[in-house]
């Protein structure tokens, strides 16, 4: 084989590996995104609600102090304590957020059996001559549930 033709199929197969991966990872994604998306609008649903009541309880609470405090300091001592625990709330769940990554398992997988490949595909050019011959099996057909499919 020429060797124009050899550094031609060669970039063809980068170029497909890019295709699958990116494919892989996009897929991947929008299932994630669609999950968070249905859990955050079910969780969405009881917050109107929430927040009433959570209101109602805040005020019963400033008028029971304002039997012993002046109503503006007990207005005022509920609103700083809300202030406090929300901002307290808020900084451990961004925290949490940060903390937490998007995990792509079929994407490293894949990215997996590709370096295996490509270091196959290394010791057989090698072995035979300098041969790119050696295809792979597509990665947007096997699923990492299932095991992965025998190179060719």
């Keep these: 084989m020429p060797p124009k033709d050899a550094l031609q199929r060669l970039l ?7 295709r699958e991966h990116l494919a892989l990872a996009r897929s991947e994604m929008k299932a994630d995104l669609r999950a968070m998306g249905r859990d955050l609008a079910v969780s969405a649903a009881g917050v109107p609600a929430l ?3 959570y209101l109602l309880v805040m005020f019963a609470i400033a008028y029971l102090l304002a039997l012993v405090l002046p109503t503006w300091a007990a207005f005022g001592l509920v609103g700083l304590v809300n202030l406090g625990a929300g901002g307290a709330l808020t900084a451990s769940g961004m925290r949490r957020a940060m903390r937490d990554r998007v995990e792509l398992p079929g994407t490293v997988e894949e990215m997996k059996r590709d370096r ?19 295809s792979r099996g597509p990665a947007l057909g096997s699923s990492p549930a299932q095991p992965p499919a025998a190179e060719q």
Excluded at 12 to 18: A, K, N, P, R, Y
């Design 12 to 18: 063809d197969g980068l170029q497909m590996f890019i």
């Design 116 to 134: 295996q490949w490509i270091t196959a595909m290394a010791q057989n050019s090698r072995g035979h001559g300098g041969t790119l011959g050696t």
């Design 51 to 53: 927040a009433a009541g």
